[in-house]
């Protein structure tokens, strides 16, 4: 009686067709992961334009709960990026690295907003409405 031989494994075309297909997912998939840096930028961006924005209803609020803020106003303020004397010093830290502010509205009277924009240095831009007080 003859034995049969029986064989396992995968053929060296089966191996190529694999790595074809794997090469091809990296290929596609790879740029998406590479790239961060724009969306991190934008991130930094909304993060600051909210706390501006966080910044000056708190300090409407509790202005117009008759208590004492800092910046005492903003009204007659404008959307500039001066490192004082802006809206920047509504925030703790003052204005923050890499970023700057644009825009054309200013502080009229209390309770009226500014909508002002926050551009990160890599490109990365937002909007913060700014509650004047």
Request: charged letters at 15%.
């Amino acid at each position: 009686m003859a034995r049969t031989r029986t064989q396992t494994g995968f053929t060296l075309i089966e191996l190529i067709v694999v790595i074809v297909i794997l090469g091809i997912l990296a290929a596609t998939a790879l740029p998406r992961f590479i790239d961060f840096s724009s969306d991190a930028s934008s991130a930094a961006a909304a993060g600051v334009a909210g706390g501006l924005a966080s910044a000056s209803a708190l300090n409407y609020a509790a202005k117009t709960a008759g208590k004492t803020v800092t910046p005492a106003t903003i009204i007659g303020k404008k959307c500039t990026d001066t490192d004082t004397g802006s809206f920047w010093d509504m925030l703790q830290g003052g204005k923050p690295a890499n970023m700057t502010l644009s825009g054309s509205g200013e502080c009229a009277s209390a309770g009226t907003t500014v909508s002002c924009t926050v551009t990160e240095t890599k490109g990365g831009t937002a909007n913060a409405v700014i509650t004047c007080y």
